[in-house]
């Protein structure tokens, strides 16, 4: 709320509701002798806010500037408090207080869509689940190879590194099969999503997998050979979808924020907080049966793996797995809005 004081009279204005009448005839002289109160109830209480809250870009923080604009009405209600002013003068400065905290209580930024945000692996040091469900990753290797014949365990787990902010052990790089592998629930194979997070690809190939529930044969988001983002689902009447996001590469050694949303006829792809391609697919993302554990930096995790019959479902084809780093991947059951994915990236840009 923008306040500003007018002089008139030598009385004082609080955004455009006036505190008293300037006529020359009021008559009788007005009364001083005002309770305060709730003035000074109201002032105490939206100190107390003013002086907890912090201005930034994440959540649990309040837009930049907006104490500023708090801070004035606080002023202004102090020289109401400690001035000679009429009861009407002070209920009015009142009104101006508590509607200048609703509109700070506006300015609030809250994780979006916190009700449908099914896992958020922030990778703070460790590969749990901080969304509140409890999925929570394992640091495995996996396999290299190029054919179930050539296949071994590349050894390496998933490494802490630093953050697109330089900081230390706050994301994970994956190399040579590390793969976090999450336990299997049906809040991971919703029928509407969202993926978001940051990736930093260290080279080229068509097997880069971010997450992957069982790869083409439940859902995938990789990147192709032409560095697109590369989203897979299978649904029960129309098979299987695979859609890229060219033209929009994700650039070499630059840690870089995606986002992928899907509901039943419009998938939408999104690079650094904007809208990069929209389109027309219909279908609905079966369940995966059996259950199969999720992969974050590969397409399977390796207990899953059959080396002998390419029939299985699971059978070895060449290791397919993320070489380079990952951040604050999320997972919606929900298709994001553009505003939505906007914010997250807002709020995820800054440390």
Partial sequence: ????????????????????????????????????????????????????????????????????????????????????????QVNNAVVS????????????????SAANLMAFWKFTGNPADSSGHDHHGTLLTGLVGNSAATAADGGVLPKLMPDRFGRADMAYEFRDGATIEVPYSSELNPQNLTITGWVKRYNTNPGNYIISLNRWNGYKLNLQSNNFLFFTFQDSNNGFHDIDNNPGAVPENVWTHFAVTYTNGTMIFYLDGSMSKTLNVNGTPITVTPAVNLSIGNELPKSYYNLTSEASPFFFWGGSYFTGGLDDIRLYNTALTANEVLSIYTQERTP
């Fill in 97 to 112: 207080l508590m509607k200048a905290g609703e509109t700070f209580s506006t300015k609030l930024l809250q994780e979006v």
């Fill in 1 to 88: 709320m923008r306040l500003s004081t007018i002089i008139t009279c030598g009385v004082l204005f609080l955004y455009s509701t006036a505190i008293v009448s300037c006529s020359k005839d009021d008559d009788p002289a007005p009364d001083y002798n005002s309770n305060k109160s709730r003035l000074k109830t109201v002032i105490d209480s939206l100190t107390t806010v003013y002086n907890a809250s912090v201005e930034g870009s994440k959540a649990g923080q309040y837009i930049d500037g907006s104490k500023a604009t708090l801070d004035s009405v606080l002023t202004l209600g102090n020289q109401v408090f400690t001035g000679n002013y009429t009861q009407q």
